[in-house]
């Protein structure tokens, strides 16, 4: 809201989780205190067309309410959905193999999938497979699917938006904060096989402390309104919960209590006193925090010891976002700018890629302190996830090359897009192992030789379905 009632005398809003409606003039000028309507977490009002009764969304209920009496009515709806999954073996060969555990390429493998888990590697042998659907990876090499560690997916950018995160080689997404029912939609309209993507991890709005609006995020008033927030995670099963940069201590250490009950993982900005209060990652090595302490960079994006002692004794997940990386990227692989997976994003956010990056000249000088600290807690024992803060799968790219120019090996690098992340998503992918989900990307070149070798999509295999980039690239049929 608010949302002016079609009579002109009232108006309805969400204020502290709650529905309210209050008296208003011909020009909306309140007339009067706001009443509450209900005492459950509401969203979204919608008046009738008579001004006697609001539509709203209650967690994972819809319901009414007559505004003359009171009365509550749950809308009945069937939200149940089948998991799509597909059936029968699979054998993919691949002349190469790097499987994210060991730092090593093997050479001429089979990969036998069923159904969407991997059953086995072994030796290629075509006399083994024979009656049995084999995609030809000759000349590729096989690595698991990328994951996309921090990125807040829009419905702006509608089908097709996903569909490029896949042909990018990115076959999980995980958003940490998105609009209420958003990313819900999203990660079921994967799971029933209705969308083709990656596979989502969705947060709801990031939790933030009495701020007038942000578009993902949600201005919590008080301790009882961030339990009814906490109860609507629970209910919509977020799989991930963000502390944001104004919640006091005492309420981020409920934030982590509520997501560990609910055995899900809280991230931040923060990394003092939130890895003493449990929060179990940190977003940026920059970014901000709004109550004026725990920065983790100082002039020119430089990280001191007790920074990077803190990552390293905590042991905490590390998602650098490391904003201005695209540009030097570009600059050695101009080849890459007129690459036509771009062409599947928005004409702007294509823009961001084919043209001057701005955020290059602002964080350009930061660039090299940020890269230090990727190394420093690395090498301290951060677990180290590849994400972008971005919606542009370019990034991703050039987010891992950058952690090569940090100092990591191309190995330790793409390890921070798939075993890494899996790692923290506690997500059954992430390497080429029997037993795993069938994530796995074909691409041309060795990325142990040259990182840069991940962005040579060819073929993209998610959850036991494949796909050719070509077919990807196809504009959605609805």
């Not at 005398?9 to 309140?30: H, S």
Request: hydrophobic content about 35%; proline content about 6%; overall charge negative.
């Amino acid at each position: 809201g608010p949302a002016w009632s079609p009579d002109g005398t009232k108006m309805a809003g969400i204020y502290e989780g709650l529905l309210k409606v209050w008296p208003v003039a011909a020009d909306g000028k309140p007339l009067g205190p706001p009443r509450s309507y209900t005492n459950e977490i509401s969203h979204y009002p919608t008046w009738s067309g008579d001004s006697k009764t609001i539509l709203y969304q209650n967690a994972d209920k819809l319901k009414t309410v007559d505004v003359e009496t009171g009365t509550i009515r749950e809308v009945p709806l069937d939200l149940t959905y089948t998991l799509a999954k597909p059936s029968g073996r699979m054998v993919i060969h691949t002349s190469a193999l790097i499987d994210s555990v060991r730092d090593e390429t093997q050479r001429d493998k089979d990969i036998v999938i069923d159904g969407n888990r991997i059953v086995e590697i072994r030796a290629h042998d075509p006399a083994v497979h024979a009656g049995e659907k084999v995609i030809d990876g000759t000349g590729l090499t096989a690595i698991p699917g990328l994951i996309e560690h921090h990125s807040h997916s829009q419905k702006d950018f509608g089908a097709a938006g996903h569909r490029v995160w896949l042909a990018y080689g990115i076959t999980t997404v995980r958003d940490p904060g998105n609009q209420v029912y958003s990313g819900v939609e999203d990660r079921e309209a994967q799971e029933a096989g209705v969308r083709i993507g990656p596979r989502m991890y969705e947060n709801g709005p990031l939790l933030e402390w009495q701020r007038v609006f942000y578009k993902m995020g949600v201005a919590v008033a008080g301790p009882a309104h961030l339990e009814r927030e906490l109860e609507r995670a629970r209910l919509l099963k977020y799989d991930v919960l963000k502390s944001y940069v104004r919640m006091p201590d005492i309420y981020q250490r409920r934030i982590v209590e509520a997501a560990h009950e609910m055995g899900v993982p809280v991230t931040g900005h923060e990394i003092f006193p939130a890895a003493f209060s449990g929060v179990d990652a940190t977003e940026h090595t920059g970014a901000t925090s709004r109550r004026g302490y725990s920065p983790k960079q100082g002039p020119l994006g430089r990280s001191y010891e007790d920074v990077v002692k803190l990552f390293g004794v905590s042991q905490r997940t590390l998602t650098p976002t490391l904003f201005g990386s695209l540009t030097p990227y570009l600059a050695k692989h101009p080849e890459f700018i007129a690459d036509p997976r771009v062409k599947l994003y928005p004409k702007w956010a294509q823009e961001t890629v084919t043209g001057t990056d701005p955020m290059a000249a602002a964080i350009g000088p930061t660039l090299k302190g940020s890269l230090a600290l990727v190394k420093d807690a690395y090498d301290a024992g951060a677990l180290i996830t590849a994400g972008t803060d971005t919606l542009i799968a370019t990034n991703l790219h050039s987010e891992i090359a950058a952690y090569v120019d940090a100092g990591l090996t191309p190995f330790q690098a793409l390890q921070t897009a798939t075993v890494n992340s899996a790692k923290s998503l506690n997500l059954d992918a992430g390497t080429l192992e029997a037993g795993k989900l069938a994530d796995i990307v074909l691409v041309e070149g060795d990325p142990r030789q040259d990182i840069s070798a991940t962005f040579k999509v060819r073929k993209v295999i998610i959850n036991g379905v494949a796909y050719d980039e070509a077919e990807l690239l196809k504009a959605p049929k609805d």
